[in-house]
């Protein structure tokens, strides 16, 4: 009898729940997520001489397959080819990054939250790499579906300057009509856009694309998650003594494709020391010191190539938008800021020898695990409505029902 009482209760709180989400309407959402935050596919045949920086035994020819995340990217050795196959070139004469020729990089079915929810897909290991999974299945338990009122604007996260090539999608242009279509099968209702990490910084450059007129017309509000404003001295860490992530692959590799990706560079430390303070985000050894206001200096310790690449894109990134704004917001979008913080982040990295292949060290202060505190609390200067939800790492709150919950207010309306 007890538990039949117990049953009846949850039945009237469910009934309850659900009755009262029948007053409100949903907003239609579009997903932005971070970098190394979508599914990357690959296929084609790498040519002959095409140089490359994966081993000898990998293949030159590619057959459709999962470069990132797959279960291959925790097998060693075999995991150093789908790293490979990843890695950009340069073209200095036009200053645009390349791919390998004859290999396509693709996003599966792109527009729906497939390719974001788990960046491994396959049993297991999807359990283990949840990304925007947790809240999207929270979403899904308000109404939304896939591909009707709940999209995903993923991208190959190597890339943010998509409105300046020819060989690859313009991916600005096809968010635009994704947000159009959007609108218009949800009865002319306006998006909500929700970006985390270096989605963020897509969403501030996506607004500058789509114009004043546009982002009145379709754009409801931002809901802005972790964007590293002022970036972020763990790619300093990726970089210079290299990262693996956790993942059992050489060092060697993720450091080259951090060195080549000119995302990497967009997410650099800005703002000069006026923004971010004066502490040092790299030595190397006891002489040589770097800070914001000298980071161009450390470009011109790697290669030409890292060199002029690091350059532009620091200097025509999210810098030069920031200018064109006045470090406002584009066309005055609605925006609303949640951080975490509490976690240690590296915020300087020290270096014992200039070719950055001897031992190396980590200075910490506060963050989100990834962002530092100041690049976070940078928020404040774009918009007042932030949200310091507690002390989370920087992926691991999107699965908190705490996220969920500051969200909910934004994307249903009566």
Known sequence: MKLLN????????????????????????????????????????????????????????????????????????????????????????????????????????????????????????????????????????????????????????????????KHIDNWYEKTKNLILNTFKINNNSKVVIVSHSMGGLMSYKLFDYLGKDFCNAY?????????????????????????????????????????????????????????????PIMRIGNQTIFTINNITESFKTLDSDFQEKSMYVYQHGINELYLKYNYTIPHNVKTHCIITSGIPTIKTVNMETANYDGNFSFEYGDGDGTINIQSLLYAKHFTRSIFNIGKYKHTDYLQEEITFETIKPFILKK
């Open 219 to 279: 754009i409801d509000q931002w809901i802005s998650m972790s964007t590293p404003f002022l970036g972020s001295v763990r790619t300093f860490s990726a970089v210079f003594p290299g990262d693996n992530m956790g993942i059992p692959i050489n060092t060697k590799y993720t450091r080259d494709l951090s060195r080549t990706v000119e995302t990497i560079p967009f997410l650099f430390p800005n703002g000069g020391n006026e923004r971010w303070g004066n502490e």
């Open 6 to 165: 117990q049953m009846k209760r949850l039945l009237i709180i469910s009934f309850f729940i659900i009755e009262s989400y029948a007053f409100f309407q949903r907003k239609p959402i579009i997903l932005i997520p971070g970098i190394m935050s979508t599914i990357l596919e690959g296929d084609g045949t790498v040519l002959s001489n095409q140089k490359v920086i994966f081993p000898k035994y990998c293949s030159r020819v590619l057959n459709k397959e999962t470069l990132w995340l797959s279960t291959k990217s925790f097998i060693p050795y075999v995991n150093a080819c789908s790293f490979g196959y990843l890695v950009p070139g340069w073209n200095s004469s036009n200053k645009q990054q390349t791919d390998l020729d004859g290999i396509r990089i693709i996003i599966p079915q792109w527009g729906s939250t497939y390719s974001i929810r788990s960046i491994v897909p396959t049993w297991p290991l999807k359990y283990f790499s949840n990304a925007f999974d947790s809240l999207i299945k929270r979403l899904e338990s308000l109404g939304y579906q896939d591909q009707v009122d709940l999209l995903a604007a993923s991208y190959d996260w190597r890339y943010f300057r998509f409105d300046e090539y």
